[in-house]
T-cell receptor, first 112, second 115 residues
Framework: DAMVIQNPRYQVTQFGKPVTLSCSQT?????MYWYQQKSSQAPKLLFH???????NEADTPDNFQSRRPNTSFCFLDIRSPGLGDAAMYLC???????????FGPGTRLTVL | AQSVSQHNHHVILSEAASLELGCNYS??????LFWYVQYPGQHLQLLLK????DPLVKGIKGFEAEFIKSKFSFNLRKPSVQWSDTAEYFC?????????????WGLGTSLAVNP
């Protein structure tokens, strides 16, 4: 089945230690998103790619970076995680037509 | 700025009760509207969507929603809820026209269904 895959599902890191989360998709969608979701809150968009065109949200901290080396893969780099960055990170894709987004299972990040 | 608002933040129902969750959006142009559901410990999944045509849309698991353009509303309904409907429900709508790919999300409604 076509899907959005996120690895790892759980990530534990230390305060200030860089971490990379990955997302891959077999849907061949040209739009990919990274969201941060904290407990019982709505997803908060960090950035998105329309093909290789990168779009950063104005309030996304500089600590968060992203790479999209090809259509299938997208990475979220957190350069110096703080305690406040502990959250679920969601990757989603969109076929670029109707805004319908398809979500991966998420990576739960714990910062010690 | 565009917005999506959900009126009910926490809803508690007994099984077999009827459900209606309110959602209002502010964008006045062509809208694509969505309801997503997040079951405990699971990822967000699409419940139903409206793009155009019949304003009453059917989704999975017996859910439906009605798009009322004059009221800028897209309320979610289910005639008889089950314990398994316990979840977080999010309404989402467009952030604007053109190539703006973003969705605006409501704050979510936490639904607890008591057996």
């Amino acid at each position: 089945d076509a899907m959005v895959i996120q690895n790892p599902r759980y990530q534990v890191t230390q305060f200030g230690k860089p971490v990379t989360l990955s997302c891959s998709q077999t849907l061949n969608h040209n739009v990919m998103y990274w969201y941060q979701q904290k407990s019982s809150q709505a997803p908060k968009l960090l950035f998105h790619y329309y093909d290789k065109d990168f779009n950063n949200e104005a309030d996304t901290p500089d600590n968060f970076q992203s790479r999209r080396p090809n259509t299938s893969f997208c990475f979220l780099d957190i350069r110096s995680p703080g305690l406040g960055d502990a959250a679920m990170y969601l990757c989603a894709t969109d076929n670029g037509i109707y805004n319908e987004q398809f979500f991966g299972p998420g990576t739960r990040l714990t910062v010690l | 700025a565009q917005s999506v608002s959900q009126h009910n933040h926490h809803v508690i129902l007994s099984e077999a009760a009827s459900l209606e969750l309110g959602c209002n959006y502010s964008y006045g142009g062509t809208v694509n509207l969505f309801w997503y559901v997040q079951y405990p410990g699971q990822h967000l999944q699409l419940l139903l969507k409206y793009f155009s045509g019949d304003p009453l849309v059917k989704g999975i698991k017996g859910f439906e929603a009605e798009f009322i353009k004059s009221k800028f509303s897209f309320n979610l309904r289910k005639p008889s809820v089950q314990w398994s409907d316990t979840a977080e429900y999010f309404c989402a709508g467009p952030s604007g026209a053109g190539n703006n790919r973003k969705l605006i999300w409501g704050l979510g409604t936490s639904l607890a269904v008591n057996p």
